[in-house]
Structures are given as C-alpha cells and as structure tokens.
C-alpha cells in the first residue's frame, strides 16, 4: 500500500509566496512543488534569494516535493549550453530547497516534425544532464507534455531506458496524455508503471482537451491511484496542478465552496482540485 503525500503547484493560487504557504496551511498540505514565485519561474532566483524562500517554507511547515523546473521545455533547436547551465543552477536550488526530485521534460518538438527524426539529439541532451546530475542524489523526473518528445508513454520509457540509471525516473501526468489522445489506463499507466515516481494530479476530456479536476476527466485518475496503491511499498507524492476554469460539474463537486468567484479565484479553484482529489483517496482507502 503506498503513502500518498500531497503537494502542489501554489503558484496556480497565487504569485505571492506568503499566499500561498497560507492557502496550503489552511488546506493542511504540508508540502510544495516550487515553479514559480512572485511572478518567475524559480530557475530564475540566485542561490540566496531561494535560500530566503526555503526560510519562510521551513517557518511555516512546509516541506519541498519537487523543483518544478523549466528544464527541457523548449525547442530541440534552441542552442543548448545556456540550457545545460540553467540544469546545474537547478541542481544547486534542488540543494537548497532540499529536494530529491527535480521535473524536467524532453524538448519541444517543431510543428509537422516527426519525434523520430530528433531521438538522437534529445537523447544526447539528456546524456548531459545525466552526466550534470552524477553523484547529487537527485532523481530527474521527466514529465509527459503535449508537443515534446516525450508526450507517449513509449518515447517517455525510450527516454528513461536510454539512460541507463536509476536516477532518471517518470512524473505521470494523466491529463497531458489525455491531450496527446493517449489512453491513460490501462495503457500509459502499464507501460510506464516500473518507472513512475511521482504523480501530477489533473485531469482532462478527449473531446476537447480541457482540464477539469480529477474524476471529472478521461484521464481515470482513480485507476491509476489505485493501480499504484495495490503495488506500491512507500512514499508517492500527489501534487496538484490544476489549471481549472470552469466546467458544468462543479456545483455537483462542491457546493460548499462559493462557485461565483471561481474564474478569478486561484484558492477557489485550488481548493476544489484538492476536494476532487481526496474524494478519490477516500474511495480507494475503503
């Protein structure tokens, strides 16, 4: 049976830090995922000012999941060595903030290309990181997204085989897949099930590709929680990253919660990711 710990992306509640520590306290989530921070991406912060940001987390109980970097999302055609010195900055913040899991992805495909024609040179970028991150005990978390190589759970397992270390792991996103037109379960999940770490908590319909809360989707999120629940001895994080708008479910998720501000609301709309998701923990653990 595994620990499901909750996390997530607080920035989707708000730029400002001190918010979001306070939403995540009031909702009794003890850890974050860091991306961004008063308006930029925590890659962009020197070792000092993210040493200050570790500060008010520790002051406040709470603990980091993951660096949520940028690293990997841009094109396989931008040049490369400015990218592999943001990796070894993110190498040092991961340092700081005390964190074993740094998310990264697999470089933007150009639009009409074929993944195919670029394995070569994504795989070669990814032998540096490895080559960057030797030795720091830090596990790099490749995340499936809509328009890199890695957006199929066979490139993603081409990807982490390729390497050839056990430090290069999955970050199982069910919505993204469900945006590439990939069935989530038993499918990706199948695949991808020896090399799954941590979970991205979204979801997502095939019709259209809009991100609603979990179980509200196709992306049979309680399935695959399930799934890790049933074979999984140990920790797995859970964060949560919403990117809700509105959807004609929510009054049947939470009528607690004043609907009306949902379009401006990043607590409210935080706060109803998170009701959808213990919904489905609660269910699981019966």
């Not at 809509?146 to 993603?156: A, F, H, Q």
């Not at 997502?204 to 309680?222: I, T």
């Amino acid at each position: 049976m595994a620990r499901f710990l909750l996390s997530g992306f607080a920035d989707e509640i708000d730029r400002d830090l001190e918010i979001q520590i306070r939403e995540l306290r009031k909702l009794n989530i003890n850890f974050i995922e860091v991306r961004g921070v008063y308006g930029k991406t925590i890659t962009d912060y020197t070792g000092k000012e993210v040493s200050e940001f570790k500060k008010m987390l520790d002051d406040n109980g709470i603990r980091v999941s993951a660096l949520g970097s940028p690293i990997g999302k841009i094109s396989i055609k931008d040049e490369f060595e400015p990218h592999l010195d943001k990796f070894k900055h993110a190498i040092e913040l991961a340092g700081i903030l005390e964190t074993k899991y740094v998310r990264m992805f697999s470089f933007y495909i150009p639009e009409g290309g074929k993944p195919e024609e670029y394995r070569d040179e994504v795989l070669e970028r990814w032998y540096r990181f490895v080559e960057a991150a030797k030795n720091t005990g830090l596990i790099l978390a490749h995340e499936n997204e809509k328009g890199i190589y890695g957006d199929t759970p066979e490139r993603c397992v081409d990807i982490i085989k390729s390497m050839n270390v056990d430090y290069v792991r999955a970050v199982f996103d069910p919505a993204n897949f469900v945006q590439c037109h990939v069935e989530t379960y038993p499918g990706a999940y199948n695949l991808l099930k020896p090399y799954i770490c941590y979970m991205h908590i979204k979801d997502a319909l095939f019709g259209n590709g809009k991100v609603v809360p979990s179980g509200f989707g196709d992306g049979k999120v309680q399935d695959i929680l399930q799934g890790i629940n049933n074979s999984t001895y140990g920790e797995m994080f859970l964060s949560l990253e919403p990117h809700l708008g509105s959807f004609e479910g929510l009054a049947e998720l939470e009528k607690s919660l004043d609907l009306s501000i949902m379009e401006e609301s990043g607590p409210g709309k935080f706060a109803i990711a998170v009701k959808a998701l213990r919904d489905i923990l609660s269910r699981i653990n019966r």
